[in-house]
């Protein structure tokens, strides 16, 4: 379930089988320009409007705060970012962090403010997924089988998910101001 949204019109779903036997892909292995280029396309968009009386549905029923208000000329209210894209920014700053001696990453915003700041990002990160993680919590068999060499594996089960780049479509056409991180 999720609160109120603008993007909720923009959801559809699919049913998918997740990668099981981990065939390697443009979001894995060693950081690379295409890997940096494709991971930035994930979650590297600009804010969308949130209307001001959506704010109570939200819990955030009072304009006390540092909100980013949106022009009137834009369409009013509050600027949001996509919390999926939230969620792969971090995934995505676990994954530089790590690989952070094979790719200069001195350049990015998250890279920058010295090791403890960038330490504290990644933490926020890690807390963030986990959180996500357990709030969603799939409850999908992972169904275990022995392959020929005797090795257990977890085989893939179709799911049903949201079409991520539907989503993205819609923000990209909603924004109001350009990349926020």
């Not at 949001?80 to 094979?102: D, K, M, P, S, T």
Request: proline fraction near 6%; include cysteine; charge should be neutral.
């Amino acid at each position: 379930m999720s609160p109120p949204s603008p993007v909720l019109e923009a959801v559809r779903y699919e049913w998918t089988t997740f990668n099981q036997f981990f065939e390697p892909d443009v979001y894995s292995g060693y950081p690379s320009a295409a890997s940096e280029a494709a991971w930035a396309k994930l979650w590297d968009f600009g804010a969308f409007s949130v209307p001001l009386d959506s704010l109570g549905s939200l819990n955030k029923s009072s304009m006390i705060g540092d909100f980013r208000l949106v022009g009137e000329d834009r369409g009013g209210g509050v600027g949001g970012l996509l919390e999926g894209a939230h969620q792969i920014h971090c995934l995505n700053l676990v994954r530089q962090f790590i690989y952070r001696n094979h790719w200069d990453y001195s350049r990015l915003p998250s890279f920058s403010g010295g090791d403890k700041t960038r330490r504290h990002h990644v933490d926020h990160c890690v807390s963030t997924l986990r959180m996500v993680l357990t709030c969603s919590s799939d409850v999908t068999p992972y169904v275990l089988e022995t392959s020929a060499t005797g090795k257990i594996m977890g085989k893939g089960l179709p799911r049903k998910c949201r079409v991520y780049p539907d989503l993205v479509q819609w923000v990209n056409g909603h924004s109001v101001f350009s990349s926020v991180e």
